[in-house]
């Protein structure tokens, strides 16, 4: 079967041997899946790490699952959320604190424009109120990268307690915790580690763990509970995706093997400087400044003279082979090209043909 590329934020291509590992059949209280478990949780530690600092929390569902769970594990009803907003992520957060009946207040930017520590600071000094506050770290609204250190110290410096939602960039850029003053950090499985969809998880410090007992209003979200069941025996507290896990595990060792995240980051960069070239030789500029970008998925504004809209155009990539994603936007008519997954540069050179291919004969697309 031939397979199609990826270039999306998630999911994302993966290498045969991650969707090889999906092959066998787990028991989920069986002692070597117990073991699987344990090598999951410290590998994820040790991406960002956390060993000493963290405790890692895997948990079934999407990325949006683990935010969820944890905003219900961490946030009491008596706390008050401060959530950065540029993007459409940092939106749906604030939408599930609100949903869950938390106190919110939004501090936004432009879908452009980063967030800026010093207005964090001063936002945080006008509302004491305020006991934590939400970051997503890399918003693919865009591909805007978030100054994470100056913000995380300013949260530091006011005494309050940073969640960091680094879906997009955990596994290739850096997030050190032996450094970065972070209460929780929450990622998933199907992007920059290049597992398959399924798992999601949380690097939380133990006494935040520890101090939510009975907090969340959710049985199945409870990190709470989770933790102290993987701690208590190694066993998750309600049936596990285990080919999901045993793919993400192959994947981390192949991270390791790649060189970990720094050498993740460089494959990245460098799939992400060919795709703004070419494409803007094609005619498609980046709606972020060059230097905003991360290389993470690249945002184009569609060109005012552009002969297909979006639909046929990605019909065409498709059928050459590429999967691209629709703009996430509201103020601009754009599309997304990811960076990330199991490609590489001769493969973003391979769409870029394809791109050129189809603006060659439109009405054949």
Known sequence: MTQQILLTPGPLTTRIETRQAMLRDWGSRDPAFIALTAELRTRLLAVAEGGPTHACVPLQGSGTFIVEAVLATLLRPADKLLVLVNGAYGERIAAIARRMGRAVEILRWPEDRPVEAARVAAALRADPGVTHVALVHCET???????????????????????????????AIDIDLRTLPLTAVMASSNKCLEGVPGIGFALIEPAALAAAEGVSPS???????QWRGLEKDGQWRFTPPVQVVAALVEALRLLDAEGGPPARLARYDGNCRTLVAGMRRLGFELYLEEALQAPIIATFRMPRDFPLGFAAFYDALAARGFLIYPGKLTQAETFRIGCIGAIDRQDIQRLLAAVEATLAAPEGA
């Open 219 to 225: 049985l199945s979200l409870d990190l709470h509970a």
């Open 141 to 171: 609204t865009t591909g805007l990268l978030n100054p994470l250190a100056g913000i995380a110290a300013a949260v530091a410096d006011a005494g309050r307690h940073l969640l960091l939602d680094a879906m997009s960039s955990f596994g």
